[in-house]
């Protein structure tokens, strides 16, 4: 089994930033990508970006592109989300996620990431 933990939430101002970590533990080398998701309330959850643990293959959603940036640190095990510009419709709980296929079968589809960690709550205020 795999067990990710998010960390980095946090309150903002509309136009700062926030950087997001995931760290996962376990059989991590089950892992093969790890992603972000987020869901606002009243709203569906969506795909914001994800990056594969050995290839330089990374996805972001629209919404994010050239705001938020994804990498890794594979000897950590860790994963972040560096988010800048941030909007108020960015708030929402960002959920790390970690998958067993590669990130360009993966992408940002939910069904492909089989663990998941508890949410870090990120606000953003006009």
């Known amino acids: 089994q795999v067990q990710v933990v998010e960390s980095g939430g946090g309150l903002v101002q509309a136009g700062g930033s926030l950087r997001l970590s995931c760290t996962a533990s376990g059989l991590t080398s089950d892992v093969k990508s790890m992603g972000w998701f987020r869901q606002a309330p009243g709203k569906e959850r969506e795909g914001v970006s994800c990056i594969d643990r050995t290839v330089s293959i990374t996805y972001y959603a629209d919404s994010v592109k050239g705001r938020f940036t994804i990498s890794r640190d594979n000897a950590k095990n860790t994963m972040y989300l560096q988010m800048n510009s941030l909007k108020p419709e960015d708030t929402a709980i960002y959920y790390c996620?970690?998958?067993?296929?590669?990130?360009?079968?993966?992408?940002?589809?939910?069904?492909?990431?089989?663990?998941w960690g508890q949410g870090t709550q990120v606000t953003v205020s006009s």
């Open positions: 996620a970690a998958s067993r296929y590669a990130a360009y079968i993966a992408a940002l589809r939910a069904e492909y990431y089989s663990f």
